[in-house]
């Protein structure tokens, strides 16, 4: 296997979504256990992510509630993350990666802000890129023709990373990238459970895992 460039989705990948989940929680008036448990029943049955805030809150608007949610804590990470999300796998594997001469880089479906969070931390990654900033999400498919061109090397030496099976294996795949489906999050644990999970060429429980799996076949001849 001739792997030359990782790239990392973001959500539940690098950033653990836990606490953004808990807030979002506290600002609907529901108690963090339903509102979760909401949530893992909507993904479940494969609908969107924001049927679970308008079952707890029918008249839920997503625009009109960021824009009186930063008017009502202007200072507060809302909807946003910062270094505390960081899954504790997420650096050290960057780091190893980087170390075995892999190309690292982190790309995913995410506002323009989580761009400058990502940046913040110094992580060691030679690009980051989000689609908000590239006007095309997953899973279309431009948004891994954006991925191969910043990678540099041909789609077959790309490992996508990420814990969807709809948004990050299948299209990536398509594109002629390689895939792993992190085990984790919400959507992590459901969709490594489902037939179209066996098109990933692994399917790890965390990113320590994926290193020791990208180790092993770097190493053979």
């Known amino acids: 296997m001739m792997i030359r460039s990782v790239v990392f989705d973001v959500g539940e990948t690098l950033i653990d979504e836990t606490r953004i989940f808990g807030r979002w929680a506290d600002r609907l008036g ?5 509102f979760f448990g909401t949530l ?6 494969g609908r969107p992510m924001l049927d679970a805030f308008r079952l707890v809150k029918p008249d839920f608007d997503l625009e009109a509630e960021l824009e009186a949610w930063q008017r009502d804590e202007p200072h ?3 909807e946003n993350f910062d270094e505390a999300d960081l899954y504790p796998d997420a650096r ?3 780091e190893r990666l980087r170390g075995l001469g892999l190309r690292v880089i982190i790309a995913g479906n995410q506002p323009p802000q989580a761009a400058d969070a990502l940046r913040a931390m110094d992580l060691p990654a030679e690009g980051i890129y989000v ?3 590239w006007g095309v999400a997953k899973p279309e498919r431009e948004f891994f023709t954006r991925v191969i061109d910043v990678a540099g090397v041909p ?4 490992l996508y990373v990420g814990d969807r099976v709809d948004n990050d294996v299948i299209p990536a795949r398509a594109s002629g990238l390689r895939t792993a489906l992190v085990r984790r999050g919400p959507w992590g ?8 999970a066996a098109q990933a060429d692994v399917i790890v429980s965390s990113l320590t895992e994926l290193t020791e799996w990208l180790t092993a ?3 053979r001849p």
Do not use: C, D, F, K
């Not at 529901?30 to 339903?34: E, F, Y």
């Open 40 to 45: 893992g029943g909507v993904l479940a049955e």
């Open 131 to 133: 689609s908000a900033q």
């Open 92 to 94: 050290p594997t960057l």
């Open 217 to 219: 076949r770097l190493a």
């Open 30 to 34: 529901v108690p963090r256990l339903a």
């Open 76 to 78: 507060s990470l809302r």
């Open 189 to 196: 644990y459901l969709h490594a459970e489902r037939p179209e």
């Open 155 to 158: 789609a077959e030496e790309i």
